[in-house]
Nanobody
Framework: QVQLVESGGGLVQAGASLRLSCAAS????????MGWYRQAPGKQRELVAV???????NYADSVKGRFTISRENAKSTVYLQMNSLKPEDTAVYYC?????????????WGQGTQVTVSS
């Protein structure tokens, strides 16, 4: 198991930047993948960015070039740097960790942090 604690959300104007943090209760080296998802009102939760255990990264098309996912191993923390924010980025952002074997990955979630972008 792992506990994930997010921070860094807030209310900003369009064009601003925010950095989200997700601190894990265990070493990142024992976690397969870590990522950020978001859920806007009335919409399904969607993947924003993921960093795999080997270091590769994937991004949703809507955030490519604006968001960057990174990790700080010593702090067991994953970050989401969000630049050039748009009103459509408004959502609750959730940190996700996947732990287990390739055939049996389990998902763990943080409590979520609100990001609101005004126009």
């Amino acid at each position: 198991q792992v506990q994930l604690v997010e921070s860094g959300g807030g209310l900003v104007q369009a064009g601003a930047s925010l950095r989200l943090s997700c601190a894990a209760s265990r070493s990142i080296f024992t976690i397969n993948n870590m990522g950020w998802y978001r859920q806007a009102p009335g919409k399904q939760r969607e993947l924003v960015a993921v960093i795999f255990v080997g270091g590769n990264r994937n991004y949703a098309d809507s955030v490519k070039g604006r968001f960057t996912i990174s990790r700080e191993n010593a702090k067991s923390t994953v970050y989401l740097q969000m630049n050039s924010l748009k009103p459509e980025d408004t959502a609750v952002y959730y940190c996700n960790a996947q732990i287990g074997t390739t055939r049996d990955l389990k998902d763990y979630w943080g409590q979520g942090t609100q990001v609101t972008v005004s126009s």
